[in-house]
T-cell receptor
């Protein structure tokens, strides 16, 4: 079956670094996405990993280990505007050229001054 | 103008009523999706469509139906609304390439009394 786990809530201080973990169990793994979602708004794309290793994009980085079924999102130099939910989503292949996203329940991050 | 639009943005209806949520996109994507989001449950896939002639059920399709009227339009209907369909509904689109993320509409907040 499919299972994606991430912590429900995290808190951090402005200027700090925070790591949000995601573990998954799924068949037909075909990539992992991280999205940011502010309360009441649409999710927006942050990063995509399909190969093992670290992808860096400004203050945000994402890591993937396929053998461990593990990913993390690293946020550096936290700002107040980073207070949001962070969604881990696994891309699962259904058949040739078709797939769907399975979402975790999200991690609500609160950044304090 | 937004690439993915949803109407209405907010809707209050009564149990037993039929309602339709509409989604339009200008991104030229073939793939479109409907999700619902509930607190603590994350985003769950209701229906998805990979082209105009293709409709597929997601994990929670009971009580819902969809229509893909054109490449750019994908509508979700609740034939007889019930209170546990109260949720935030998102439409999303994506292209066909492997790294393509999904782009989400702004959401429709539905309350069924």
């Amino acid at each position: 079956g499919q299972n994606i786990d991430q912590p429900t809530e995290m808190t951090a201080t402005e200027g700090a670094i925070v790591q949000i973990n995601c573990t998954y169990q799924t068949s037909g793994f075909n990539g992992l996405f991280w999205y940011q979602q502010h309360a009441g708004e649409a999710p927006t794309f942050l990063s995509y990993n399909v190969l093992d290793g670290l992808e860096e994009k400004g203050r945000f980085s994402s890591f993937l280990s396929r053998s461990k079924g593990y990913s993390y999102l690293l946020l550096k130099e936290l700002q107040m505007k980073d207070s949001a939910s962070y969604l881990c989503a696994v891309r699962e292949a259904l058949s040739y050229n078709t797939d769907k996203l399975i979402f975790g329940t999200g991690t609500r991050l609160q950044v304090f001054p | 103008d937004a690439d993915v639009t949803q109407t209405p943005r907010n809707r209050i209806t009564k149990t037993g009523k039929r309602i339709m949520l509409e989604c339009s996109q200008t991104k030229g994507h073939d793939r479109m999706y409907w999700y619902r989001q509930d607190p603590g449950l994350g985003l769950r896939l209701i229906y998805y469509s990979f082209d105009v002639k293709d409709i597929n059920k997601g994990e929670i399709s009971d009580g819902y139906s969809v229509s893909r009227q054109a490449q750019a339009k994908f509508s979700l209907s609740l034939e007889s609304a019930i209170p546990n369909q109260t949720a935030l509904y998102f439409c999303a689109t994506s292209g066909r390439t492997g790294r393509e993320t999904q782009y989400f509409g702004p959401g429709t907040r539905l309350l069924v009394l």
